[in-house]
């Protein structure tokens, strides 16, 4: 599959189906009802990020030039919201799509900010809808906006990117703000973002992890301190960087990394363990792009090579089970982890 279309670009699952954007070739699926048979979308272009919208039943699709596609399965229809239709002078691609409780559809872009669409509806046209273009210049530097991640403390989103700082959107004055940094950290190509109830926010800036305590200052909200881990890895490299945070619970933080596996850190003493599924030869099995934890307490893990289930003894020995072609889940990236009642999907 990869030779054909080339790179995947994001992955959801729709029910069963499964929907794979590839970077310069468009959109499938795979139907599940036909043994996973292959549906090739009419999108002639490259696809970034694909989002399963939790407030209705639509996969938005953000593409590299053609604006963002919603498709619904039940009516098997799709609406374009295309980048010819939005004030904006350049065609840049959307690397995040995001919806939030407000009915708002968010945007993350490259070089062309934050496209903020309210009360979005697939059956209006862009004109019939509000429309914000949200940006942040930084010293003329190209902003690339990557990823959303909801506050559940303070009436704001999260906004990373390629940096330099770390942005957030307030719902009070309806405004892109900084986060204020007087620290000697830097904050830079944010992947992964996760708050805890505590004031902290984790950050995977880069290969590097940063854990932020976050207070509230006149001027905004500031980092009052920001404490980075840089773990010590096998063959660690500059572009293993970390794509997935998870919190299991007030001590224990699941850190994936781009090609060197998985982290387990305990917040409360800073040990942490180092765990790589290479093991059989596989290098993409180390390569994770999500986490999620089950009903069962298992560690689920989403990586180049499948699904990987993680169990972890009270006596810190580990074992894992790769789910790849020979259980019928064919060999593509799972970057988004999605809980439902009958199992995990990628």
């Known amino acids: ?130 429309l914000h273009i949200l940006q942040l210049k930084k010293d003329s530097l190209i902003m690339l906006f990557s990823q959303f991640a909801p506050s559940n403390i303070y009436p704001v989103l999260w906004i990373g990117s390629n940096g330099p700082g770390l942005n957030y959107y307030s719902f009070s004055d309806n405004k892109i703000h900084s986060l204020i940094n007087n620290t000697n950290q830097d904050i830079v190509h944010v992947h992964s973002m996760s708050e805890t109830n505590d004031s902290l926010l984790w950050v995977g800036a880069g290969n590097t992890l940063l854990k932020i305590g976050i207070r509230q200052h006149k001027q905004g909200l500031e980092a009052n301190k920001i404490q980075a881990f840089n773990f010590k890895v096998p063959h660690k490299q500059k572009n293993n960087q970390i794509y997935a945070i998870y919190p299991e619970n007030d001590s224990i933080i699941w850190i994936g990394m781009r090609g060197n596996g998985v982290i387990r850190l305990n917040s409360h003493t800073e040990d942490y363990s180092f765990i790589s599924f290479d093991r059989n030869g596989i290098a993409p099995m180390s390569d994770i792009l999500c986490i999620h934890q089950d009903q069962n307490e298992d560690i689920w893990l989403g990586t180049s090579y499948g699904l990987t289930k993680l169990q972890i003894s009270p006596n810190g020995n580990y074992d894992y089970k790769n789910f790849d072609e020979n259980e019928g889940y064919p060999i593509i990236q799972y970057t988004e982890s999605l809980k439902t009642k009958k199992g995990i999907y990628g």
Do not use: H
């Not at 009802?33 to 989002?51: A, H, M, R």
């Not at 963002?68 to 004030?87: C, G, M």
């Open 1 to 130: 599959m990869i030779q054909e279309s080339g790179k995947i670009g994001a992955i959801a699952f729709d029910n069963d189906d499964i929907l794979i954007g590839f970077e310069t070739n468009g959109l499938i699926r795979l139907i599940a009802e036909q043994d996973y048979q292959v549906e090739k979308f009419n999108i002639n272009c490259g696809v970034f990020s694909l989002w399963k919208d939790k407030q209705q039943d639509i996969i938005w699709i953000g593409t590299d030039g053609q604006g963002v596609y919603a498709w619904t399965k039940d009516e098997y229809t799709f609406t374009n919201i295309s980048l010819n239709e939005l004030p904006i002078n350049k065609k840049r691609p959307i690397r995040a799509v995001y919806t939030d409780k407000y009915n708002t559809l968010w945007l993350g872009t490259k070089d062309n900010g934050v496209i903020k669409i309210s009360n979005y509806d697939t059956s209006k046209s862009i004109q019939m809808i509000m």
